[in-house]
């Protein structure tokens, strides 16, 4: 009896682990897939950014130099979440435009294996591109914060995987990349573009908080938790969605 409950528990976690090796086998091909053959220039065009604020500081077009509370969004999360809205609306969408998406849903494993494993690609170039964008700002700029590292991350996963919901919903890159983008700008107006700070925004800054309250680690901790729930269950339901094989093949 104990030799073949251990058998079967072997069995298991080479299931597990072969499981494992195939779906990471899977993203250097989505990288392709959703930034082409040099997607490593993913990870280098968002430091246009970085480059466009240094002239601005060269030109004295700014007078003040950048401080720590302005890492978050100002130098790192804004080039970053475009970069993740630019990436997400090609998760799906493009299957449609192209009209692959027939060859899609007849992958072994089911069409969500290939979209999860461009969601993946997508992680790791925002996850590149942000490393190069804290090494250059703690170059030219100021300090960089971990809470900054991943309060930029959080707002730019947030808005990849609501750009792959809009681009399934539109059924279009451009269309899905235009909403989202519209949401964005909806957002920083909302908030005063960074003025004001929202518990439940995902571009919540805790640094930028001029009269920061007792509880500030309490609503960072508020705001980091609910931000990844919503993320997750946006992800959920975006892709039980694109799983509905006859209404996207409409």
């Known amino acids: 009896m104990t030799g073949r409950t251990d058998t079967g528990g072997g069995n298991t976690q080479a299931r597990s682990l072969e499981r494992a090796r195939d779906a990471l086998e899977l993203v250097p091909h989505a990288l392709r897939l959703l930034a082409g053959r040099r997607?490593?220039?993913?990870?280098v065009l968002p430091l246009a950014w970085p480059a466009?604020?240094?002239m601005r500081l060269l030109l004295g077009w700014q007078e003040r130099s950048f401080l720590p509370e302005n890492v978050q969004f100002q130098l790192i999360g804004l080039p970053l979440t475009a970069l993740a809205i630019a990436l997400g609306v090609r998760i799906v969408a493009v299957e449609i435009e192209q009209r692959t998406l027939e060859v899609t849903y007849t992958v072994p494993g089911g069409a969500r294996r290939v979209w999860l494993a461009k969601l993946a690609g997508a992680l790791v170039l925002l996850v590149g591109a942000e490393a190069l964008l804290a090494l250059t700002t703690a170059i030219a700029f100021t300090s960089v914060p971990l809470v900054a590292l991943h309060g930029a991350l959080q707002g730019a996963v947030f808005y990849l995987v609501l750009a792959m919901a809009l681009g399934t919903v539109t059924r279009g890159e451009l269309t899905g990349a235009l909403a989202t983008g519209a949401l964005l700008f909806g957002n920083l107006l909302f908030t005063g573009f960074g003025q004001v700070q929202l518990r439940a925004s995902p571009l919540f800054n805790p640094l930028a908080l001029r009269d920061a309250p007792a509880d500030l680690l309490a609503w960072t901790v508020q705001n980091r938790l609910g931000v990844a729930l919503a993320t997750l269950a946006l992800l959920?339901?975006?892709?039980?969605?694109?799983?509905?094989?006859e209404r996207l093949l409409m």
């Open 39 to 43: 997607y490593w220039l993913a990870l």
């Open 52 to 54: 466009f604020q240094a």
């Open 236 to 245: 959920a339901l975006t892709i039980a969605r694109a799983e509905r094989r």
